[in-house]
Structure formats: C-alpha cells, structure tokens
C-alpha cells in the first residue's frame, strides 16, 4: 500500500520534477559535447578566427545577462505572489513564475551549450558552471518556497495536511 501524498508533497514533488528535468535537460548534452572535446582527436571548432572571437563576447555576454535576468525577475516574483491571500493560488502562481525564472537559466546555460560546441573553447564549461552554480542557488526548497511566497512553515505544513483530495489510499 503506497503512502498518500498530501497537497504540499504532491506540489512539491511536481515542483522538484520539473527543476531537476530542466537542470537535466541542460547537463545531458552539455556532457556529451563536453566529452567531445576531451577526446584523443577532438574534431576542430566549428567556428575560427575572429568569428570565434566575436561569438565567444556574444555568449558570455549573453549568459551573463540572463543570468542578471532572472535574478531580476526572481524578484518581481516574490512580490507578485506574496501579493495574493489564497494558498493554493499562491503556489500556483509561484511555480508558474518560477518556471519562467528556470527557464531564462536554462536560456544561460545552453549559451554555454553552444559556445563550446561552436568554438571548442573551455571558457564555456566554466560559464555552464556557473549557470549550474546559479540553479543549485534558486533550488526549490522548503524554505525557499514558505519565505518567497510568504507563507509560513506551519501555515504550509496545515495546508499540506489538510482536505484529502485526490488522495488515494
């Protein structure tokens, strides 16, 4: 018999899903280029020369904005959701913008992607790095969730254990 997960756990499972798929998205074909220029006779950049050089200013400039982005946003969030009453709407709310927030991340770390792909240049293992350094930071957490959206510990907690909808015994 599995244990029924109640509204807080079914929210936060959903919310853990969907940030670790992302940062997974991301890290799976970063390994594989990666992996290919560590290889005996990695194949040339793609890109050489000055046009190299000129991509490499784009993406990190890039990366690095977004990043700036959506820690910018994160805080239009915070507001935007401590703003309403309802718990449920709240979370909801909350993993929507969080969601946004992810994914002008995910924005950062594929110029990471790309520029190591185009350029072979290790510069971009590290901005990816960072990217993931960056995700690891805005985790959804425990925490991070009742502090963001402005919902205490214990009020999360009551809500999370309280009608029995949708459970399944």
Do not use: C
């Amino acid at each position: 018999m599995s244990v029924p997960y109640n509204n807080w756990e079914r929210f936060y499972h959903r919310f853990n899903l969907i940030f670790h798929g992302l940062v997974g998205g991301a890290l799976l074909p970063f390994a594989f280029v990666f992996l290919e220029t560590q290889k005996e006779f990695p194949d040339a950049p793609l890109i050489t020369g000055m046009e190299s050089m000129v991509i490499k200013m784009l993406l990190v400039a890039l990366a690095g904005v977004l990043i700036f982005l959506a820690q910018t946003y994160r805080k239009g969030v915070i507001r935007e959701v401590q703003a309403l009453s309802d718990i449920r709407e709240k979370l909801d709310l909350y993993l929507s913008k969080k969601l946004v927030q992810y994914g002008i991340l995910e924005g950062a770390a594929m110029a990471g992607l790309l520029g190591l792909y185009l350029t072979k240049d290790q510069l971009f293992s590290f901005v990816f790095v960072i990217v993931l350094f960056v995700f690891s930071l805005v985790r959804p957490t425990f925490d991070r969730v009742s502090s963001e959206t402005g919902i205490g510990p214990k009020d999360l907690q009551e809500w999370g254990s309280g009608s029995g909808e949708g459970q399944k015994e």
